[in-house]
């Protein structure tokens, strides 16, 4: 072939766990939802930053290390994570990945969570507790998107790896991993029902 294809960006989908994740998440549902109405300044914080929706990204961001069900949690990820590093074919050198933050985020009818990354980790990625039907996927954008400079539009029938950006559907009990550099969005959800996911970055150390 005359074509190579180099630089891939790689994302990681797969379920937690092959059993019980129903009661897991029906666990994690509740936690959230408790603890969206004691943190007050996570409420504060969202009403001007995540409009219409709560995140406790600015207030409670290490759950893992407060709350047993979020290190429960966190010990089933951090398996996920190891596999991805592994198939990234990242040189770790004898150190160990760990999380560094946890947090939650969940979006009633309208919000949305706007195009952004994750500085100061490596790998980022989220859980999904609650997913109504209809709502909104996971959308990453090509990072090389800015340097497109004067080439042309894509054609509408372009296979998804030639593609601008790509949307993993949100699955309640699905893990999706991806490296921090990796810019993504949410778009507003459109459907009456919180979409409920937690979010989480990873460092090595």
């Not at 290490?62 to 994570?81: C, D, G, P």
């Not at 190891?82 to 009633?108: H, S």
């Not at 949100?170 to 991993?177: D, E, H, Q, R």
């Not at 550099?181 to 150390?205: M, P, T």
Request: glycine residues 4%; contains cysteine; positive net charge.
């Amino acid at each position: 072939m005359p074509v190579r294809t180099w630089f891939p960006t790689q994302i990681y989908c797969e379920p937690l766990q092959p059993t019980g994740l129903e009661k897991l998440n029906a666990s994690l549902r509740e936690e959230c939802r408790q603890l969206r109405e004691f943190d007050t300044a996570g409420r504060r914080w969202s009403e001007k930053n995540y409009p219409g929706g709560y995140t406790s990204y600015a207030s409670m961001n290490e759950l893992h290390r407060f709350s047993s069900t979020f290190t429960v949690l966190e010990k089933k990820l951090l398996r996920h994570a190891r596999a991805f590093a592994k198939t990234l074919e990242l040189d770790l050198r004898g150190r160990k990945i760990f999380m560094t933050d946890c947090w939650v985020n969940i979006m009633p009818p309208a919000a949305a969570h706007s195009l952004h990354l994750h500085p100061l980790a490596f790998i980022s990625g989220t859980y999904y507790v609650a997913t109504p039907e209809g709502c909104p996927g996971l959308k990453f954008e090509d990072p090389r998107l800015d340097r497109f400079m004067a080439a042309p539009p894509r054609r509408t029938d372009a296979k998804p790896m030639h593609r601008a950006h790509i949307t993993y559907p949100a699955v309640a009990g699905n893990v999706i991993l991806f490296e921090s550099w990796l810019r993504h969005e949410v778009v507003a959800n459109r459907v009456d029902a919180e979409r409920i996911s937690i979010s989480f970055n990873f460092n090595w150390s």
